[in-house]
């Protein structure tokens, strides 16, 4: 905070107005500490990034400059309206106005559409510091003209529910029903976002409630699934474990998710988990086999409690590269070229070693080589 209002008075001092806005003056009246500090100004961002040494240009075609201060980044955006939003967070369009109340009334609810100055003092005019009052979100403006320019305000309504636990004004609930299908519109990136955070948010099974009740779920990729009893679940920190337990409870494969394109090392998390989830015994092997997180989420999802960390240490080796031979080795002893067969010895020295039935020490390993696969061939 104390940063930012360093950064307001910079702007001030060169004659331009700035405040703090968004989701950190709705998270500073809600007596909580925001996560990241945006201020919007008059000036523009050549302007901003005159003002101060250390600037980095992180959308500077919507306005928006960080400012790096103090260890800390505040993104300084230029007053703006805004139009159609195709890609992950940023509109397609955007017009530079220049009185702050333009800039606040193209915001989503009337909870993030409030400023505040360096004093502390708040600008309001849409009655958000009465509707967080009330916990209750509720569209700036008529709420369906505002869903038909952005139809993942749909979405970020239900999300929000569930992050404050509020409710969704009556008015703003029945427009999320009448437009419910435009959801449809939506680039799927922008649509994961919002669900990742929901996963997050310490109330799932609340804004899942609104997802289902609203009729938005089932215009979503997957939407049967997500409408599913959630009472049971709790977060924990990383969107994958709810990703996770949406698949675990109804037994569904990741391919009935896909659709929402996630990064390779994502789906490989899900997946494995999965796997580990769904074993019926975990030995020393599994251990050994599995990335702790994938482990941590297949115990969430069992129910189960274990000392992950610790089985993994008591390994007699955490991973391949700590194998005292490798393949030349191999290849050298058996005299014969790579194939297939390597990887089906090198994984059967490792069983054996991890399983404790073999040291890891070349000579030891090399006589039981020898000893195994002359027998063997
Ligand atoms: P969080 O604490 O979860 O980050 P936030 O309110 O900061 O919540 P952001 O998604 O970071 O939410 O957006 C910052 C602000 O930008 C919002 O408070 C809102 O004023 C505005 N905003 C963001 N997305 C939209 C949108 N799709 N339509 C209108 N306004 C938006
Ligand atoms: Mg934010």
Same mark, same amino acid.
């Given at each position: 905070?104390?940063?930012?209002?360093?950064?307001?008075?910079?702007?001030?001092?060169?004659?331009?107005?700035?405040? +703090?806005?968004?989701?950190?003056?709705?998270?500073?009246?809600?007596?909580?500490?925001?996560?990241? &500090?945006?201020?919007?100004?008059?000036?523009?961002?050549?302007?901003?990034?005159?003002?101060f040494?250390?600037?980095?240009?992180?959308?500077?075609?919507?306005?928006?400059?960080?400012?790096?201060?103090?260890?800390?980044?505040?993104?300084?955006?230029?007053?703006?309206?805004?139009?159609?939003?195709?890609?992950?967070?940023?509109?397609?369009?955007?017009?530079?106005?220049?009185?702050?109340?333009?800039?606040?009334?193209?915001?989503?609810?009337?909870?993030?559409?409030m400023?505040?100055?360096?004093?502390?003092?708040?600008?309001?005019?849409?009655?958000?510091?009465?509707?967080?009052?009330?916990?209750?979100?509720?569209?700036?403006?008529?709420?369906?003209?505002?869903?038909?320019?952005?139809?993942?305000?749909?979405?970020?309504?239900?999300r929000?529910?569930?992050?404050?636990?509020?409710?969704? =004004?009556?008015?703003?609930?029945?427009?999320?029903?009448?437009?419910?299908?435009?959801?449809?519109?939506?680039?799927?990136?922008?649509?994961?976002?919002?669900?990742?955070?929901?996963?997050?948010?310490?109330?799932?099974?609340?804004? &899942?409630?609104?997802?289902?009740?609203?009729?938005?779920?089932?215009?979503?990729?997957?939407?049967?699934?997500?409408s599913?009893?959630?009472?049971?679940?709790?977060?924990?920190?990383?969107?994958?474990?709810?990703?996770?337990?949406?698949?675990?409870?109804?037994?569904?494969?990741?391919?009935?998710?896909?659709?929402?394109?996630?990064?390779?090392?994502?789906?490989?998390?899900?997946?494995?988990?999965l796997?580990?989830?769904?074993?019926?015994?975990?030995?020393?092997?599994?251990f050994?086999?599995?990335?702790a997180?994938?482990?941590? +989420?297949?115990?969430?999802?069992?129910?189960?409690? %274990?000392?992950?960390?610790?089985?993994? =240490?008591?390994?007699?080796?955490?991973?391949?590269?700590?194998?005292?031979?490798?393949?030349?080795?191999? %290849?050298?002893?058996?005299?014969?070229?790579?194939?297939?067969?390597?990887?089906?010895?090198?994984?059967? %020295?490792?069983?054996? +070693?991890?399983?404790?039935?073999?040291?890891?020490?070349?000579?030891?390993?090399?006589?039981?080589?020898?000893?195994?696969?002359?027998?063997?061939s």
């Amino acid at each position: 905070m104390k940063t930012a209002a360093k950064v307001i008075r910079n702007l001030e001092n060169a004659g331009f107005e700035a405040y +703090i806005v968004g989701g950190a003056v709705r998270d500073f009246l809600l007596g909580k500490v925001p996560h990241d &500090m945006d201020v919007a100004s008059n000036a523009y961002p050549e302007e901003v990034k005159k003002l101060f040494n250390r600037t980095v240009d992180i959308g500077i075609e919507h306005g928006t400059v960080l400012v790096l201060m103090e260890g800390e980044g505040i993104e300084v955006t230029t007053f703006r309206t805004e139009s159609e939003y195709t890609d992950l967070r940023r509109p397609d369009k955007v017009e530079f106005v220049q009185s702050l109340e333009e800039d606040l009334k193209r915001r989503d609810f009337t909870i993030n559409a409030m400023a505040m100055d360096k004093d502390l003092a708040i600008i309001d005019p849409f009655g958000g510091k009465s509707d967080l009052e009330k916990c209750l979100i509720r569209a700036v403006g008529e709420a369906g003209e505002r869903f038909q320019e952005d139809a993942l305000r749909m979405l970020r309504a239900v999300r929000f529910s569930g992050q404050l636990n509020f409710a969704i =004004e009556e008015g703003t609930l029945a427009a999320i029903r009448s437009h419910a299908s435009l959801i449809r519109s939506v680039a799927v990136e922008r649509l994961k976002n919002e669900l990742d955070k929901i996963l997050l948010n310490p109330r799932t099974q609340h804004s &899942m409630a609104y997802l289902k009740d609203s009729g938005l779920a089932k215009h979503l990729p997957a939407g049967g699934l997500l409408s599913m009893d959630w009472t049971g679940y709790e977060p924990k920190g990383q969107a994958a474990f709810g990703w996770a337990y949406l698949l675990h409870s109804q037994q569904k494969q990741f391919e009935e998710i896909k659709g929402y394109k996630f990064s390779n090392a994502e789906r490989r998390l899900v997946e494995r988990a999965l796997e580990a989830a769904n074993l019926t015994e975990w030995d020393d092997w599994t251990f050994y086999c599995f990335e702790a997180k994938e482990l941590e +989420i297949a115990c969430y999802l069992n129910g189960t409690d %274990m000392d992950i960390p610790l089985r993994k =240490e008591q390994l007699p080796i955490k991973s391949k590269r700590e194998l005292a031979v490798n393949g030349i080795d191999l %290849m050298e002893w058996s005299g014969r070229k790579q194939g297939p067969w390597l990887r089906q010895w090198i994984e059967k %020295m490792e069983r054996h +070693i991890v399983y404790g039935q073999l040291e890891n020490d070349n000579g030891l390993i090399k006589d039981w080589f020898l000893n195994e696969y002359n027998g063997d061939s």
